[in-house]
């Protein structure tokens, strides 16, 4: 079985940062591309931030200059660093990636972990 775990996730005051982190476990042969993404209360699950394996990065508008993604393929975790957080990147942020697993390409999720920007 594959799984994601995030960590990291807490309550910050305004201008300040966080890092996220994401582990993938299990019968992997191959993560493809991974990701973070947001959702707001009331509101629609939202791209944060892309890398591919090689490490080319897509941002969401809203985070660029604010945020870098990473990841460690021989180590299977991605993190996101977010710094300047406002009070609008509260959210749970979610882990996902495209693993390669001895039988199959699935898309995974992880189960969340909750960002609280405010003073």
């Known amino acids: 079985q594959v799984q994601l775990v995030e960590s990291g996730g807490g309550l910050v005051q305004p201008g300040g940062s966080l890092r996220l982190s994401c582990a993938a476990s299990?019968?992997?042969?191959?993560?493809?591309?991974m990701g973070w993404y947001r959702q707001a209360p009331g509101k629609q699950r939202e791209l944060v931030a892309t890398i591919t394996p090689g490490g080319s990065t897509n941002y969401a508008d809203s985070v660029k200059g604010r945020f870098t993604i990473s990841r460690d393929n021989a180590k299977n975790t991605m993190a996101l660093q977010m710094n300047s957080l406002k009070p609008e990147d509260t959210a749970m942020y979610y882990c996902n990636a495209l693993i390669q697993s001895q039988w199959y390409v699935q898309n995974y999720w992880g189960q969340g972990t909750q960002v609280t920007v405010s003073s």
């Open positions: 299990g019968s992997i042969v191959r993560i493809n591309g």
